[in-house]
């Protein structure tokens, strides 16, 4: 097993949890084909320090870290045990595949739209003679990741800051030697939550030709002058034992150009505002020999004519009998983000510096439902859509607990009233769907009747 520790430093302001863009996951591809939606695709998430199968555990390395809710069981590991995306357990060799060569690194990037406190990332592969036409369970794994990063920083509520992984994050992966289909487990551990998250990557080990005829992977692909209309995209010239004759650029994984070489420049002119795209590039020679794909990097276009975009994912942090914990992604755009505008029931209550994504509403009434929803003005004086509306149920004044409510987010342990019960929850978790809802089939994982 290959161990690399590193303190990983963000300045990142972005929320809410993350999932690995390149090479593209399962769950990126169910996300692509609109199978699952945004939510979902960052919610993969379940009890940290698999392949254990119990909670209540600690962290042998940093003791102090909150210990664990339960893994997600065999055969539910794709989906990381949630409702939502449980298609991703199917068994079967069907999986849209990356090929890959045993012994060659793999560039493995992460995205965030959560700023955990993190503790390490596990990548974990398939035994040799695994058997895909069963379920994915632990058996079908090595028992120890192959590789490993670690943030080595404690207690982590006195380094939280420096604990917080970029966005994005680039694993350079030594993948050990395959062949033929295998599965990439990668497990995103974090420290201040009993949660970890889940991502499955299908790979393809063809024999390797030793190189000699590809073409060098393609350097620094970036994103410059990124509209509403325009993503304009650079690159470095690639090398190789034949001159190289073209670039092909793919985005999202299926659309693709061909740019004839010597140049290394293209604009795409077909995106739209406020949409996330992902980029690789490849390089071709003129014997038709291509390089392997480069870094992807992911670029999310602003709002119409610069405006900012939506603040993204409001949601309840947890509500009282008087108040309600809200908390949102920041918003971008073309200029500084001066403040976000809070409404209550369609009136503003609050305004915030640009550089706050979270407010207490107190005050409150009891056993009251409250509408939210949130805009933000750059500096310029422009002023972005409304977030998504949040309806958040206080709870009652004779300290009963808070009714159920979609959209809200849930942390292990907190206490709810629905359907007539109260219900515990099992782990922590972001509502997304009424499927999730306490006393349903399709929840049993995550609430639990509380006395």
Not at 125 to 134: F, K, L, Q
Not at 252 to 265: E, Y
Not at 347 to 368: A, E, K
Request: aromatic share 10%; charged share 20%.
């Amino acid at each position: 097993m290959s161990l690399h520790r590193a303190n990983v430093i963000s300045r990142s302001t972005t929320p809410r949890h993350g999932h690995i863009f390149s090479p593209g996951s399962r769950a990126y591809f169910a996300w692509q084909a609109g199978e699952i939606d945004e939510g979902a695709l960052n919610q993969r998430e379940s009890g940290k320090f698999f392949p254990h199968t119990t909670s209540g555990r600690t962290d042998p390395y940093a003791r102090d870290d909150v210990a664990n809710a339960a893994p997600p069981p065999d055969g539910r590991i794709a989906s990381a045990n949630q409702a939502t995306g449980r298609h991703l357990d199917q068994p079967g060799s069907h999986w849209r595949k990356h090929e890959v060569r045993g012994g060659e690194i793999l560039d493995v990037s992460w995205t965030f739209t959560a700023n955990h406190v993190t503790r390490r990332w596990n990548y974990f592969i398939t035994r040799e003679g695994w058997d895909p036409a069963r379920v994915l369970s632990r058996d079908q794994f090595e028992a120890q990741p192959f590789f490993q990063v670690q943030i080595n920083l404690q207690p982590y509520w006195q380094h939280s800051n420096a604990m917080k992984p970029a966005s994005p994050t680039v694993h350079e992966v030594p993948l050990p030697q395959r062949e033929g289909y295998h599965v990439l487990l990668a497990v995103w551990e974090v420290a201040d939550t009993a949660n970890a998250f889940y991502q499955v990557v299908d790979l393809d080990f063809v024999p390797s030709d030793g190189g000699g005829q590809r073409p060098g992977t393609p350097t620094g692909l970036a994103a410059g002058n990124v509209t509403d209309r325009q993503v304009v995209l650079s690159w470095n010239a690639a090398t190789g034992p034949f001159p190289i004759a073209r670039y092909r650029l793919s985005r999202n994984g299926t659309t693709s150009v061909d740019v004839q070489a010597p140049l290394l420049t293209w604009t795409d002119q077909s995106v739209a505002a406020e949409t996330l795209y992902s980029y690789f590039i490849t390089a071709i020679d003129n014997q038709g020999n291509e390089s392997p794909p480069s870094r992807a990097i992911e670029v999310r276009t602003p709002a119409q004519d610069g405006a900012p975009s939506a603040p993204l994912n409001l949601h309840s942090m947890g509500q009282t009998a008087q108040s309600v914990n809200l908390m949102w992604g920041a918003s971008t755009g073309s200029a500084r983000i001066e403040e976000y505008l809070l409404f209550r029931d369609d009136r503003q209550v609050q305004s915030l510096d640009g550089d706050v994504t979270h407010w207490m509403d107190n005050g409150l009434s009891p056993s009251t439902e409250y509408r939210y929803m949130v805009k933000a003005r750059d500096s310029q004086g422009r002023l972005s859509s409304p977030s998504n509306v949040l309806s958040v149920r206080t709870s009652n004044a004779e300290g009963q607990y808070p009714a159920w409510q979609l959209n809200t987010r849930y942390e292990t342990g907190a206490v709810v009233s629905h359907a007539g019960g109260h219900w515990r929850c099992l782990q922590a978790h972001t509502s997304y769907s009424q499927d999730w809802a306490p006393g349903l089939p399709t929840s049993e994982v995550l609430w639990v009747t509380h006395p």
